[in-house]
């Protein structure tokens, strides 16, 4: 794979994030609000397991689809 299509991916993905975040905002605002006030009162340790548990469950994904495809 050559490094233009390298590129071309982690658009692609970066995309689909934004699609993703965009469309929890757009169709559940109340919640996101909600989301957000819960995050500012939870410890950082906790928010930190949680962004490396997400980091891996991607990481997983990712594996998984490029195994299957």
Avoid: D, H, N, Q
Wanted: glycine share 14%; no cysteine.
């Amino acid at each position: 794979m050559g490094s233009g299509a390298v590129f071309a991916w982690v658009f692609i993905a970066i995309g689909l994030v934004l699609v993703v975040e965009g469309l929890f905002y757009a169709l559940a605002p109340s919640l996101a609000r909600k989301m957000a006030e819960a995050a500012s009162v939870t410890p950082p340790g906790v928010l930190r397991m949680g962004g490396l548990i997400a980091v891996a469950a991607g990481v997983v994904i990712v594996a998984l689809g490029k195994w299957l495809g």
